[in-house]
């Protein structure tokens, strides 16, 4: 099972860009599939883009992050990303990435999600 790790978050202006990464250990990093959740103050858990394993060719997004935010990874550094551009304050939040090698698990049940890593913060300013 994947060990997952974020790192990346911090304080940012409104209309700016951060780009959160997700290092995995203890596994196969690229027969995971990888998702990015985020969870804002007294809100639940909600997803925000996904991406296939292997070779990642299909990717997913929610609506509210889509056309801003890109998820990407490298298999051969074991890490998955998520570029956030055109911050907005709505997109204060922890977030988390996960990995399963069930793609309905990321998309659908994340309650049987195999791997989660801590959360990293993003404050974004208006």
């Known amino acids: 099972q994947v060990q997952l790790v974020e790192s990346g978050g911090g304080l940012a202006q409104a209309g700016t860009s951060l780009t959160l990464s997700c290092a995995a250990s203890?596994?196969?990093?690229?027969?995971?599939?990888i998702g990015w959740f985020r969870q804002a103050p007294g809100k639940e858990r909600e997803f925000v883009a996904s991406?296939?394993?292997?070779?990642?060719?299909?990717?997913k997004y929610a609506d509210s992050v889509k056309g801003r935010f890109t998820i990407a990874r490298d298999n051969g550094k074991n890490t998955a990303y998520l570029q956030m551009n055109s911050l907005e304050p709505e997109d204060t939040a922890v977030y988390y990435c996960?990995?399963?090698?069930?793609?309905?698990?990321?998309?659908?049940?994340?309650?049987?999600?195999?791997?989660w890593g801590q959360g990293t913060q993003v404050i974004v300013s208006s």
């Open positions: 991406i296939t394993r292997y070779t990642g060719g299909s990717t």
């Open positions: 996960a990995a399963d090698t069930t793609l309905h698990h990321i998309l659908e049940d994340t309650v049987s999600v195999a791997s």
């Open positions: 203890g596994g196969t990093f690229s027969t995971y599939h």
